[in-house]
């Protein structure tokens, strides 16, 4: 009885000590994590002529390595807060402003365009972050200001106010991906923290007009997005995916009528000489009407 005892004991205790590692080893859980980068929110960066047109503006190709550096140190944060895979979608002008030459040799880029009607984001991903975004069009004390282009004056869903920033937060949300972090000016922050109040944000700089403001050094705005893309991961778990329920209906007001010709199909509509409406059955199916992401 004895000995009958102490053998299954010593079964009991092997199972207990070495399965869960033998578990965790063989299905470590995927996180990989979709970073989409703009360049109009990177620290140091406040006039588009100058700073943010490829090839063309004087400042460009410092401000290449400004965001090569902002991206990085997100990449280096989320790795440490336990993401098994990093996808970068260089997002701003075409997409070629980041160099395989200097990104994180641990992180995949995604150049060019187009990739995708959705940029590439599909569900298999676990949360979303943005690096270098900005406000919205015509927002009061945000660093260059716009949404999708210079001539977009207000873009709404269901009624609220969205940018960029809202944007691709209801993309992801849709496709049940959290967005867990941005990192920008003090007026993306608020943008991004009205629809997910739970994220983190670094704030880089703050604009003291359109076109000017203070910032972080290049340093310093690295450093915390680093330490917020590290926290961001590890509270993932606290972000909810946005989700918008039932139809949506998309409207957009140009700031002149010499508007794109969208093409008069069901669920698109023309309010005005220039304010369009396009509605579907969910926020994709609505927001493909207009355009891509
Ligand atoms: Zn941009």
Redo the contacts with the bound molecule.
């Keep these: 009885m004895l000995r009958k005892y102490r053998f299954s004991f010593g079964l009991l205790l092997a199972a207990l000590t070495f399965a869960p590692v033998v578990t965790r080893a063989q299905t470590p859980t995927p996180k990989k994590v979709f970073i989409i980068s ?3 929110g990177v620290d140091g960066i406040f006039n588009f002529d100058l700073q ?1 047109i490829p090839f063309k503006s004087p400042l460009y190709s410092e401000s290449r390595k400004l965001l090569a550096g902002e991206v990085n140190a997100a990449v280096e944060g989320l790795l440490e807060g336990g993401a098994t895979q990093v996808v970068v979608y260089d ?3 075409g997409g070629h402003n980041l160099s395989t030459l200097d990104i994180n040799p641990k992180a995949l880029l995604l150049s060019g365009s187009p990739v995708s009607p959705t940029l590439g984001l599909d569900s298999s991903y676990s949360a979303i972050l943005f690096i ?1 975004l ?1 406000s919205m069009a015509g927002t009061k004390g945000g660093v260059l200001p716009h949404s999708f282009t210079w001539d977009i004056q207000n873009i709404w869903v269901n009624g609220k106010k969205v940018g960029e920033i809202g944007g691709r937060v209801m993309l992801a949300g849709q496709l049940g991906i959290p967005a867990i972090m941005l990192a920008g000016d003090a007026a993306a922050c608020k943008e991004f923290q009205v629809l997910v109040p739970e994220g983190e944000c670094a704030q880089v700089k703050t604009g003291a007009s359109q076109t000017g403001g203070y910032s972080l050094s290049h340093a310093a705005a690295c450093a915390l997005i680093h330490e917020k893309a590290r926290l961001a991961m590890e509270h993932l778990s606290q972000v909810k995916p946005y989700q918008i329920t039932g139809p949506v209906e998309v409207k957009v007001e140009y700031t002149t009528s010499a508007t794109p010709n969208f093409t008069l199909r069901t669920g698109v509509q023309q309010l005005d000489g220039r304010t369009w409406v396009f509605r579907g059955g969910n926020f994709i199916d609505a927001w493909l009407k207009f355009r891509s992401f």
Excluded: I, K, R, T
Aim: net charge negative.
């Design positions: 703009d360049l109009e943010c997002n701003h002008y270098g900005h």
